[in-house]
T-cell receptor, first 115, second 111 residues
Framework: GAVVSQHPSWVICKSGTSVKIECRSLDFQATTMFWYRQFPKQSLMLMATSNEGSKATYEQGVEKDKFLINHASLTLSTLTVTSAHPEDSSFYICSAEREDSYEQYFGPGTRLTVT | GIQVEQSPPDLILQEGANSTLRCNFS?????LQWFHQNPWGQLINLFYIPSGTKQNGRLSATTVATERYSLLYISSSQTTDSGVYFC?????????????FGKGTTLSVSS
């Protein structure tokens, strides 16, 4: 149990286009999901906290108009990178918190390359 | 905010050796998790251990919350243990608390 999926696993897009990444909890409900970003050989940095049915909470320095988050149901959160630029190229990872504990489970990540 | 420090940053072992990874944190925590990130980037849950001791096969972990540290033990290491090990903490006892990650320990096990 406690499986989190992400789609797509990798994507290449042109500068100026938008990309949507989906994060799903497959076998449990998650009121709260989180989005992280990881640059090569670095740790995970929290971007935002996604709450079902309400607005996301963004970390300082993360542009909310650029990284749109929607948590439409208890099993799905989406991250849309709008007007992507090469500096947005990174590994994006989501996590979901089980409703019955504080333990978090992570998706396999999405590798975004903006050309 | 809370600071998380992991040591050592890098560790090279021969297959069969034992190792201890350490995680220090600067304030009280209510959530502490250990992860193994495989070469494809997937974070694999090893332990959810805000306090106490747990064991799972060749791996075990101990968190001494009052002294603000956690240890991950790997015994009889195998090449498949290679990768980055992260410690991450949450500093409140409320749902929806994000994890703060340490910088990780990169483990390389050779045969």
């Amino acid at each position: 149990g406690a499986v989190v999926s992400q789609h797509p696993s990798w994507v290449i897009c042109k500068s100026g286009t938008s990309v949507k990444i989906e994060c799903r909890s497959l076998d449990f409900q998650a009121t709260t999901m989180f989005w992280y970003r990881q640059f090569p050989k670095q740790s995970l940095m929290l971007m935002a906290t996604s709450n079902e049915g309400s607005k996301a909470t963004y970390e300082q320095g993360v542009e909310k108009d650029k990284f749109l988050i929607n948590h439409a149901s208890l099993t799905l959160s989406t991250l849309t990178v709008t007007s992507a630029h090469p500096e947005d190229s990174s590994f994006y990872i989501c996590s979901a918190e089980r409703e019955d504990s504080y333990e978090q489970y992570f998706g396999p990540g999405t590798r975004l390359t903006v050309t | 905010g809370i600071q998380v420090e992991q040591s050592p940053p890098d560790l090279i072992l021969q297959e069969g050796a034992n190792s201890t990874l350490r995680c220090n944190f600067s304030d009280s925590v209510n959530n502490l998790q250990w992860f193994h990130q495989n070469p494809w980037g997937q974070l694999i849950n090893l332990f959810y251990i805000p306090s106490g001791t747990k064991q799972n096969g060749r791996l075990s972990a101990t968190t001494v919350a009052t002294e603000r540290y956690s240890l991950l033990y790997i015994s009889s290491s195998q090449t498949t243990d290679s990768g980055v090990y992260f410690c991450a903490v949450g500093d409140t006892n409320q749902a929806g608390t994000a994890l703060i990650f340490g910088k990780g320990t990169t483990l390389s096990v050779s045969s």
